[in-house]
């Protein structure tokens, strides 16, 4: 996965995407159903201004399903469609390409007025890298031709993809920048596994989650490690090294190890159904 934004990408990317946008109908964006607003770049409202939008809340089977409804009602409130998914399972066709239908009611009236008929919409996935817009792509289009990877700037001849008789999804998913200015947003996308971790501090990005478990989601650290959760995170973070048997040469505690560990439980959804961003704050 590349992470380095250098200006030149973000530019060229967004030219890109200024092009692509000339194209479509309808923006498709994913974002990260654990971090709902920090997976997005709120570019993409200029870049998508006068075209229908859906927002897919993508990786929600990882994420907790109470704050999902909500922060569906808060995009759905802004006057976003969206429909929440798992991009690996076919299973969100049908409540998608409903959607897709809502959302571009309007232009679909317009050609019917003018006499056009089953002209499809057309429609192209954004999203900054990692939230699942080539596994989007490949599991609904069914295709090994959305494997772009993340590479801004990028230019082929165009192609589209058609969904059903109704939708064409452009090949090339519009890749976005992620806006990690803000620390909180910075630290959400690296617990998630969207910033490289050979540049961040392990240790450090555990102790944080484990902040966070311990006020969102009491007892999940209980439960998971067997650790009692009122005591300072370090302490914590040592009771994880000792049951998971995370020890050094000499039988010391290996924190670093233990860190990995949590980390990589939370990725990968083994400490439960997790959001780490709240509509209500
Ligand atoms: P991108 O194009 O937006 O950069 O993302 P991509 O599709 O490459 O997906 C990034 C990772 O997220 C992949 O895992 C993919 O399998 C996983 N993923 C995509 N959608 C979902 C989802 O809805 N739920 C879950 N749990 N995971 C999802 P990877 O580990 O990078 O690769 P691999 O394990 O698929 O080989």
Not at 37 to 43: F, Q, V
Not at 157 to 180: A, Y
Not at 188 to 198: P, T
Request: aromatic residues 6%; charged residues 30%; positive net charge.
């Amino acid at each position: 996965m590349h992470f380095q934004w250098y200006p030149g990408h973000m530019t060229k990317a967004k030219r890109q995407m200024q092009e692509d946008m000339k194209l479509i109908d309808l923006v498709i964006e994913l974002v990260d159903a654990r971090i709902p607003l920090g997976s997005r770049n709120p570019d993409i409202d200029e870049l998508g201004r006068n075209k229908a939008r859906l927002i897919l809340m993508n990786k929600a089977d990882l994420a907790d399903e109470r704050q999902t409804k909500a922060w569906m009602a808060y995009f759905q409130e802004k006057g976003y469609f969206t429909v929440k998914l798992d991009a690996r399972s076919k299973a969100g066709m049908k409540a998608i390409s409903e959607e897709i239908m809502k959302a571009c009611r309007e232009k679909i009236e317009r050609d019917r007025r003018r006499g056009i008929k089953n002209r499809p919409v057309r429609a192209m996935v954004v999203g900054i890298p990692n939230v699942g817009k080539s596994t989007f792509i490949n599991t609904y289009a069914g295709k090994a031709c959305a494997k772009t990877g993340n590479k801004p700037g990028v230019t082929k001849g165009k192609q589209w993809i058609k969904l059903n008789k109704n939708v064409e999804l452009l090949d090339t998913p519009g890749i976005l920048w992620p806006k990690f200015e803000d620390q909180e947003v910075g630290l959400h996308l690296a617990l998630i596994g969207s910033i490289k971790d050979e540049i961040l501090n392990i240790d450090e990005l555990s102790l944080e989650l484990i902040r966070i478990l311990k006020e969102k989601y009491p007892g999940v650290l209980q439960k998971r490690y067997g650790v009692e959760e009122d005591q300072a995170n370090a302490e914590l973070l040592l009771g994880i090294a000792v049951n998971r048997n995370c020890v050094k040469k000499g039988n010391e505690a290996d924190y670093s190890k233990a860190a990995a560990v949590v980390i990589d439980e939370f990725r990968g959804g083994n400490l439960g159904r997790i959001t780490l961003e709240f509509p209500e704050s």
